[in-house]
């Protein structure tokens, strides 16, 4: 790619890829090439791996999956998608992550800042600079109920200093704390870090929003569109069509971001505190035959009572979400 920061300024649908798992437990390739080609087809403009949806697990040694998963992944897809590779763990891990994933082709490095647990703010802004004197980096802003934190205004401030930083992933499913990075942004003067949504509860009304500073979130990096990307493909294409004042917004919209709130609900298991977020994921590309289960790599993970029949729900309701008929049409190609 050969400027990624012009790429993601653009505006892309960027899914965070799954794992999918046979209902034994084992890592199926032919799904997991399938999935890259289905993203792609699909008109996604990048695609993270070795993030939360992949499942942090591969990194495990008994199962031994972060390097093949990342290498298969990287193979598959075109230079004209964005590769972003999850970079986690203490500093030398991540910065070995992000070595590897430079090796295979990948462009950015999504950065969790999980392993660093409470330590201080400036001990957490020195960490993300080492890392991006390796890799251009994407901020990652993760909601405190999946394991993240809460940062303060001056940390997102200095954080966009970071010369080697390309983009910020807003995830706090919080209203006050995604204004926190969006001022933070504002007030650094860049106008070359661009800045996505992964609030999946809040998907439509971030794109949509004209933010004070002239700031925009002008894509998104989502667990939520690991499913049905083709439609979001189409939805942030008709985003991004609008005037810029934000006058003609079509109530269609508002009610469409209602609706994908609602089925993300579901998906994400919101009601258990997001128990099921994996397996609701991996429970809807199955039933498209995308993965061979909804198996995750701790047998614990597993759907919520009543997630299964909340889907059941989702499908019959609002059927202009999914993308069956696009997969049907491809899936066996996809698959070879």
């Keep these: 790619m050969q400027n990624l920061r012009q790429h993601l300024l653009k505006g892309q649908v960027i899914p965070a890829c799954p794992l999918p798992l046979t209902s034994e437990g084992r890592w199926s390739e032919p799904h997991q090439r399938a999935l890259a080609r289905y993203y792609t087809a699909a008109g996604a403009g990048g695609l993270a791996v070795g993030v939360h949806s992949t499942q942090f697990e591969i990194r495990d040694a008994r199962h031994g999956l972060f390097r093949p998963v990342l290498e298969l992944v990287a193979a598959e897809l075109p230079d004209s998608i964005a590769k972003i590779a999850g970079v986690c763990g203490d500093t030398p891990q991540a910065i070995a992550e992000a070595e590897f994933a430079l090796s295979c082709g990948y462009h950015a490095g999504l ?12 001990d957490v802004l020195d960490h993300c600079r080492q890392i991006a ?6 901020g990652f802003y993760l909601q405190p109920a999946v394991g993240g934190r809460t940062f303060t205004y001056r940390f997102w401030r200095e954080f966009a200093d970071i010369e080697n930083l390309v983009a910020i992933k807003l995830a706090p499913f919080d209203r006050y704390l995604s204004l926190d990075v969006i001022r933070a942004v504002a007030d650094s003067g860049r106008a070359d870090v661009a800045l996505y949504t992964g609030n999946d509860d809040n998907i439509i009304a971030d794109l949509l929003t004209p933010f004070p500073g002239g700031q925009r979130i002008i894509g998104g990096l989502l667990g939520q569109w690991a499913v049905w990307t083709k439609n979001a493909v189409s939805t942030l294409t008709e985003i991004q069509s609008l005037p810029d004042s934000g006058a003609q917004i079509p109530g269609r919209l508002l009610t469409e971001g209602a609706i994908l709130t609602e089925a993300n609900a579901v998906i994400f298991d919101a009601a258990n505190n997001f128990a099921g977020c994996i397996p609701g994921i991996m429970e809807v590309l199955r039933r498209t035959g995308l993965a061979p289960s909804n198996r995750c790599l701790n047998p614990d993970e597993t759907l919520s009572p009543g997630q299964a029949e909340g889907l059941d729900r989702i499908a019959k309701s609002y059927p202009h979400l999914a993308d069956d008929e696009f997969v049907a049409e491809n899936l066996d190609q996809w698959l070879r």
Excluded: F, H, V, Y
Excluded at 111 to 122: C, I, K, N, P, V
């Design 111 to 122: 950065l969790s800042m999980q392993a660093l647990g409470d330590r201080a703010e400036q």
């Design 133 to 138: 004197k390796t890799i251009p980096i994407i």
